[in-house]
């Protein structure tokens, strides 16, 4: 018997709710039901281009909907925790957009959804590529083990009236928004065993808001592995590059956050998704590319592997993705805690 699609709501009428909204639209087992803001209006103009969604007044409305099987949040950071356990409370599975407030208070989220039976995860597009999980697998034959990582993400921004550069509602500001990203490639790939033993972070912050717009630091681990990291709006370009070191080979992306072959920012076919590989006294010219295409839009996937684990998922298999956002921001909270020193 088929499993009828997961019925999404959606809380929140950002730019980032958008793709989400188009991702349930083409995921294969999710339909998007509702969409919450606090104003009608705004509820109703997002609903009106994604045909099928209604637009709902608050969240209790969007939680008490029979057609609202699973909730995604794409709300500022400082009010995810009491939207994600009310939706937890309503026996909703939850898909929740990072950064968070910090340890403790993802905690109670993850904690909660657990106790209730209900699938949690953060809304990291790039861990649902096939490449993320190809190149884990690809590791011991390319490089070996790894022991370092280095990360650079970069997207040139400086509209002031933005919500990235407001602390109140994005605490981390930068550091939260970019630096997620590097935290979670260390999860991804890197994958330490140890507790975080040194974190540095030197920020610039916006002298007008007081929001950090770049911040370079490291992060070492008691297992052994060190990350260093560079994010920021201030490059004046894009930059998504990742090195990941091991002790026979090197591995490389230049877009490990959004790829540029069929990512919701670039719809670049010519860019191939993949990475590159090299090792011994190779030069540029003996770099190989190793391509890891995918139809499938890693955003589209996300959805797809929500709906799959909340509907079909092991407890175990449920379990895993809770764990990795645990993991990632231990790390930012880490990063944070040496920015403010």
Same mark, same amino acid.
């Given at each position: 018997?088929?499993?009828? $699609?997961?019925? #999404? ?11 989400v909204a ?19 209006? =705004?509820? &109703? ?11 709902? %007044? @608050? !969240? ?32 909703? %599975? ?7 407030? =910090? ?16 699938? #949690? ?44 550069? =407001? ?27 140890? $507790? ?6 030197? $920020? ?9 717009? %770049?911040? /370079?630091g490291l ?7 060190? /990350? !260093? ?24 992306? &230049? ?18 998704? @993949?990475?590159?590989?090299?090792t011994a006294?190779? !030069?540029?010219? &003996?770099?190989? #590319?190793?391509?890891?295409? /995918?139809? !499938? ?23 895993? $993705? ?20």
């Amino acid at each position: 018997m088929n499993t009828p $699609p997961l019925g #999404f709501g959606i809380v929140g009428t950002g730019m980032i709710a958008g793709v989400v909204a188009e991702a349930i639209r083409k995921a294969g087992n999710a339909t998007l039901a509702a969409v919450s803001s606090r104003s009608q209006e =705004n509820a &109703d103009r997002f609903a009106v281009n994604h045909p099928g969604a209604t637009g709902v %007044q @608050g !969240t209790e409305e969007l939680f008490r909907r029979a057609d609202v099987g699973a909730v995604y949040i794409a709300t500022p950071t400082v009010a995810k925790e009491a939207i994600a356990l009310a939706a937890i409370a309503a026996g909703k %599975q939850v898909l929740v957009d990072k950064p968070f407030l =910090n340890l403790a208070s993802l905690r109670r989220m993850t904690d909660a959804a657990a106790a209730r039976g209900v699938l #949690f995860m953060d809304a990291t597009h790039f861990s649902h590529h096939p490449r993320t999980a190809l190149i884990r697998a690809a590791l011991p034959a390319k490089i070996g083990t790894p022991h370092s990582l280095h990360t650079t993400f970069y997207f040139p921004f400086s509209d002031r009236d933005n919500i990235r550069f =407001n602390p109140r509602q994005e605490p981390m500001t930068a550091l939260g928004d970019m630096g997620w990203y590097s935290m979670r490639a260390i999860v991804e790939y890197l994958r330490p065993s140890g $507790p975080v033993t040194q974190a540095v972070t030197i $920020p610039q912050r916006d002298p007008a808001s007081g929001a950090i717009i %770049q911040a /370079s630091g490291l992060i070492a681990f008691a297992s052994g592995e060190v /990350s !260093t990291f560079d994010i920021g709006y201030t490059a004046g370009t894009v930059l998504m590059d990742l090195d990941l070191l091991g002790t026979t080979g090197v591995i490389r992306l &230049d877009d490990f956050v959004l790829d540029w072959a069929n990512s919701w920012s670039f719809r670049d076919p010519e860019n191939l998704a @993949g990475y590159y590989h090299r090792t011994a006294m190779g !030069t540029r010219k &003996d770099m190989t #590319f190793i391509p890891t295409p /995918s139809e !499938t839009p890693q955003e589209v996937s996300m959805i797809e592997n929500f709906a799959r684990l909340a509907t079909s998922g092991t407890p175990a298999d449920q379990a895993a $993705p809770a764990k990795a956002t645990l993991q990632t921001q231990e790390y930012l909270d880490a990063l944070w805690k040496a920015a403010q020193a």
